[in-house]
Nanobody
Framework: QMQLVESGGGLVQAGGSLKLSCAAS????????LGWFRQAPGRKREFVAVIGGSWSGGTTAYADSVKGRFTVSRENAKNMAYLQMNSLKAEDSGVYYCAVSQGYAGAVKLDWQYTYWGQGTQVTVSS
């Protein structure tokens, strides 16, 4: 059973940067898609970014709202993934979750396509 733990959240000023980490244990990692999602109070969980597994060649996809500002990456040998967030805006605030798909290797974007989820890490952007 895979477990995921996010870290790196915190308070940052608008225009600043933050790097989130996701550590995986207890299951396969490199072959599976890994996604980042976020949720603000009173809002639905939304897709942020994804990096595909080995069969996809690690292709990435991003929500339109973060394109050009966020970068997702992974180090499969370390069972680690990252989300580099630059030029942060107040609307980027929320709890960020990493997730791993059991059935998809490609850059899937829907939350029901993911099997394992971390506990989330809070990101607050002040403005």
């Amino acid at each position: 059973q895979m477990q995921l733990v996010e870290s790196g959240g915190g308070l940052v000023q608008a225009g600043g940067s933050l790097k989130l980490s996701c550590a995986a244990s207890g299951g396969t990692f490199g072959s599976d898609a890994l996604g980042w999602f976020r949720q603000a109070p009173g809002r639905k969980r939304e897709f942020v970014a994804v990096i595909g597994g080995s069969w996809s060649g690690g292709t990435t996809a991003y929500a339109d709202s973060v394109k050009g500002r966020f970068t997702v990456s992974r180090e499969n040998a370390k069972n680690m993934a990252y989300l580099q967030m630059n030029s942060l805006k107040a609307e980027d605030s929320g709890v960020y979750y990493c997730a791993v798909s059991q059935g998809y290797a490609g850059a899937v974007k829907l939350d029901w396509q993911y099997t394992y989820w971390g506990q989330g890490t809070q990101v607050t952007v002040s403005s």
